[in-house]
């Protein structure tokens, strides 16, 4: 059972323009989201967050908003660098009950920035 | 960069013997998750502990065992290695565990065969 979803594997996408990640998910009790980026032969780093109570969220290049009522959330970045091409995941937790201090990921997509 | 040092970074080893992972850690962080990464899964939590010898299971924790005998510390061990747990895996720490980031180490990249 999947509770984040990443349903997008691979993203093309133009240098300078913009770049849509999308995530959905599942469990009504996931309550803060994150994005996290990988590349090849690294950890995963920390890149954005959202909490519930907001819809969006903006740091530099990078927005995040989220859809609470459609389970959905978006990274934006603009304008597309090169050095943004890695594999991005899209994590959830649920804050509310013990035992939920956990991240649950998507399955990532690749995003590819063409020069 | 969060401190974080899994080690080996690289391992081969037999199908049936047992294997242990190192996650050592320098942030004094109180949550330890263990993650493995496989094509079209992304991350999934194997074992996760929120202090010195409190640990419980994550979504794919069969045949994976693990221990926590100080903060800085959070082992992986394969009972038996089996090839479907050859795999790349990732320790992270957080600091509260809930509402913030965890920050994950290098990898290590674990071939059953």
């Known amino acids: 059972d999947q509770q984040v979803k990443q349903n997008s594997p691979s993203l093309s996408v133009q240098e300078g323009r913009i770049s849509i990640l999308n995530c959905d998910y599942t469990?009504?009790?996931?309550?803060?989201f994150l994005w996290y980026k990988k590349y090849p032969a690294e950890g995963p780093t920390f890149l954005i967050s959202?909490?519930?109570?907001?819809d969006k969220n903006e740091d530099g290049r990078f927005t995040v908003f989220l859809n609470k009522s459609a389970k959905h959330l978006s990274l934006h970045i603009v304008p597309s660098q090169p050095g943004d091409s890695a594999v991005y995941f899209c994590?959830?937790?649920?804050?509310?009950?013990?035992?939920?201090?956990?991240?649950?990921f998507g399955t990532g997509t690749r995003l590819t920035i063409i020069p | 960069d969060a401190g974080i040092t899994q080690s080996p970074r690289h391992k081969v080893t037999e199908t049936g013997t047992p294997v242990t992972l190192r996650c050592h850690q320098t942030?004094?962080?109180?949550?330890m998750y263990w993650y493995r990464q496989d094509p079209g899964h992304g991350l999934r939590l194997i074992h996760y502990?929120?202090?010195?010898?409190?640990?419980d299971k994550g979504e794919v924790s069969d045949g994976y065992s693990v221990s926590r005998s100080k903060t800085e510390d959070f082992l992986l061990t394969l009972e038996s290695a089996t090839s479907s747990q050859t795999s790349v895996y990732f320790c992270?720490?957080?600091?509260?565990?809930?509402?913030?980031?965890?920050?994950f180490g290098q990898g290590t990249r674990l071939t059953v065969v």
């Open positions: 992270a720490i957080s600091r509260t565990g809930v509402n913030t980031e965890a920050f």
């Open positions: 469990n009504s009790m996931f309550d803060y």
């Open positions: 959202i909490s519930s109570i907001k």
């Open positions: 994590a959830a937790s649920a804050y509310k009950s013990f035992g939920n201090e956990k991240l649950t």
């Open positions: 942030e004094n962080h109180r949550y």
């Open positions: 502990s929120y202090g010195v010898k409190d640990t």
